[in-house]
């Protein structure tokens, strides 16, 4: 199976609201909100500069370019129908936002309209991200700025200790959601060569809260593609899914993950 996000507004409707739910838990956790605070926190944007998100799944990161980065407004841009649903809904006391169904690597706005274009773990989930970052620089106005941070994706885990099954779940989960695991490796190189200055690059390492709302979703994902894929019995796939449970609820769990962002303008 192909990376279904990289596709999402023609996958199924359960599974685009399943990924949705994971998406919004994944937004909500203190964690994650630390890890865009750091990077859009300090990108000194003026005063009434316009803001666009590439891939903006539910809208929350959406609304951080407004609150965190000082933007006047924000749009983001989703293939998801149910995505932008999501966000239109949550989002629909604020008319300083708005979202629309479209491809980040054709958008049709006219050139040099936007101060900001974002895109959070966007990048790992598009088989040509150089046309993404082409249709940035052709976006942002000289002196714009582009901010991209995704995960580093091989630094994923769940483990313990030595042989842990668990972590085989979030492997898994990684291999078949995941287009480019080392975007962020990569990522420094294309921009340059897009014709972006590169400016500051930070790593921001992710460990799940207690609760672990967004991991346990990375787990039982992980566990029903093995399912699907006929390498875990359904009975199996349970068991694992109930020991992630009762880990967390013995406060014996575990998740990390690196993020990194990279912070570029168009000169
Ligand atoms: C991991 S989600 C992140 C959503 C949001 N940025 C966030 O952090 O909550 C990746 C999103 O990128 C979207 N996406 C994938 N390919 C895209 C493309 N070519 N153009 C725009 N969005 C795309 C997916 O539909 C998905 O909602």
């Known amino acids: 199976m192909s990376d279904p996000y990289s596709n999402l507004g023609a996958q199924d409707t359960a599974l685009q609201e399943r990924i949705a739910d994971a998406m919004e838990a994944r937004c909500l956790e203190p964690a994650q909100i630390a890890i865009r605070k750091a990077y859009l926190g300090s990108l000194n944007l003026a005063h009434d500069a316009i803001a666009l998100e590439l891939g903006s799944g539910t809208g929350h990161v959406t609304k951080d370019l407004l609150d965190v980065a000082g933007a006047a407004s924000a749009h983001g841009i989703e293939p998801s129908p149910v995505m932008v ?37 966007l990048l790992c989930h598009v088989p040509s991200p150089n046309d993404v970052l082409q249709e940035a620089f052709r976006l942002l106005k000289p002196g714009g700025v582009l901010a991209v941070c995704d995960g580093d994706y091989s630094t994923a885990t769940a483990q313990i200790a030595d042989f842990d099954p668990l972590d085989q779940l979030v492997r898994f989960m990684i291999d078949q959601n995941v287009t480019n695991l080392w975007i962020m490796r990569q990522i420094s190189g294309m921009l340059s060569n897009v014709g972006f200055r590169l400016e500051a690059r930070t790593g921001h390492g992710y460990v799940a809260e207690s609760e672990a709302k967004y991991f346990l979703t990375v787990i039982e994902r992980g566990a029903d593609r093995m399912c699907e894929e006929a390498i875990l019995f359904s009975e199996t796939a349970e068991a694992l899914k109930a020991e992630a449970r009762r880990r967390v609820a013995a406060d014996t769990f575990f998740g990390f993950m690196s993020y990194v962002s990279q912070v570029a303008v168009k000169p």
């Open 85 to 121: 649903a999501r966000s239109q809904t949550s989002f629909a006391a604020d008319d300083r936002l708005s979202f629309s169904i479209g491809d980040a690597k054709n958008t049709g706005f006219e050139d040099e309209t936007f101060d900001l274009v974002v895109m959070h773990t």
